[in-house]
């Protein structure tokens, strides 16, 4: 894909309206809510081995926030350093996977779309990391695709 393609895609996320949307694990024990716009990286459904194997499944939803739009309202997930600039947020009670919090900059928040109250809400634009992507799992949209991350061509 050109990257005058994947601009536009962004450019079209970033405008988009700001959001309010809530969420949590699936026991309860976290509860959070975001307030705000998204990032430059917007909603994406990434296909890296390191996400596969943090929640078991062979792609996740994201939505990238900056950080000041997070707000943990119930509980106190639990933080594990998955690599040096991030870390991965979840509930230690069910082990729900919440949060991708880079700790560096630039800093920003990614949460985990299949956690919000509503998942619908916001739809990935992106698909990121396919050269990971699982061969059996066909995915059809969105259509922009990223083999190694959000800065490949």
């Known amino acids: 894909m050109a ?3 994947f601009e536009a895609i962004r450019a079209q996320t970033v405008s988009a309206s700001a959001v309010d949307v809530t969420g949590g694990c699936q026991c309860g024990a976290v ?11 917007g909603a994406m459904l990434c296909h890296c081995r390191m996400c596969q194997r943090a929640h078991g499944a062979p792609a996740v939803a994201w939505a990238s926030f900056p950080p000041e739009a997070l707000q943990v309202t119930q509980g106190t997930p639990t933080r594990y350093r998955s690599s040096p600039p991030a870390e991965r947020h979840f509930c230690a009670t069910c082990g729900t996977p919440l949060f991708f919090i880079w700790t560096e900059p630039p800093r920003y928040t990614d949460i985990a779309l299949a956690c919000l109250d509503d998942p619908a809400t916001i739809a990935p634009t992106v698909q990121i990391w396919t050269d990971s ?6 995915i059809t949209t969105p259509a922009a695709t990223r083999p190694h991350g959000l800065t490949s061509d």
Do not use: Q, Y
């Not at 509860?31 to 990286?41: S, T």
């Not at 992507?133 to 066909?138: A, C, I, N, R």
């Open 3 to 5: 990257g005058g393609a």
């Open 31 to 41: 509860r959070f809510r975001v307030v705000g716009r998204m990032n430059a990286h």
């Open 133 to 138: 992507k699982t061969p059996w799992l066909e």
